[in-house]
């Protein structure tokens, strides 16, 4: 059971699925022509590469006990970071003139791990399952209604990281809810999706 859990937990991580949403928003749903290998490179390399590549990092000097930060007090630099890395891809997409989509998707993820950060000085929040409501919720703004399966991804992320003993049922309900919520406000109000 453990072992499935884990897998589900990389499966779902943040930053994978963020990458595969972002593939989905440029090449099929907005089918994007001009620049969406450009556009795909600025999301992979401040959603991705630098984020992952700065865990990594961090975990092989010691600064954080395990790939997850696992504990509290060791995920405040890395979501300072990951607040950093999301704000120079906004600032990228919004000068080359992505669509409000693309630029909305990335503001959300910098003002979410914003949230975190603050969330976190007190609490352990579930940044997977805000990772995976987040784009759900981006997915639905943008006419993707697939409850049931956008609702088993939710149960699977949730029950794995509860059965990983990384979170208890508050942490990701919470995690669930927040990433859905704000992403959808943020989308609707300040980038009219």
């Known amino acids: 059971m453990i072992s499935l ?16 949403v972002y593939i989905y ?3 099929f749903h907005l089918n994007i022509k001009s620049n969406p290998w450009v556009l795909t490179s600025i999301s992979f390399l401040f959603l991705n590469l630098l984020p992952i590549a700065t865990v990594i990092y961090l975990k092989y000097t010691g600064k954080i006990s395990d790939l997850d930060a696992s ?3 060791q995920r405040m630099f890395p979501l300072i970071l990951g607040v950093i890395y999301a704000a120079l891809g906004f600032s ?6 992505a669509p409000p989509l693309i630029q909305g ?13 603050m969330v976190t000085r007190y609490w352990k929040i579930s940044i997977h399952a805000m990772g995976v409501t987040g784009p759900m919720a981006a997915l639905w703004i943008s006419g993707i209604h697939a409850p049931v399966i956008m609702g ?19 942490q990701v309900t919470v995690g669930s809810i927040a990433g859905f919520v704000l992403t959808y406000l943020q989308l609707r109000f300040i980038f009219s999706i």
């Open 92 to 97: 990228s997409l919004f000068t080359l003139d």
């Open 25 to 27: 928003f440029i090449f």
């Open 152 to 170: 088993l991804f939710v149960i699977i992320i949730s029950i794995s990281r509860i059965i990983l003993k990384a979170h208890t049922i508050a």
């Open 5 to 20: 859990a884990k897998g589900f937990s990389l499966l779902l991580h943040p930053m994978l699925l963020s990458f595969f």
């Open 71 to 73: 504990n509290r007090e």
């Open 105 to 117: 998707l990335m503001f959300c993820f910098m003002t979410n791990t914003l949230f975190t950060l």
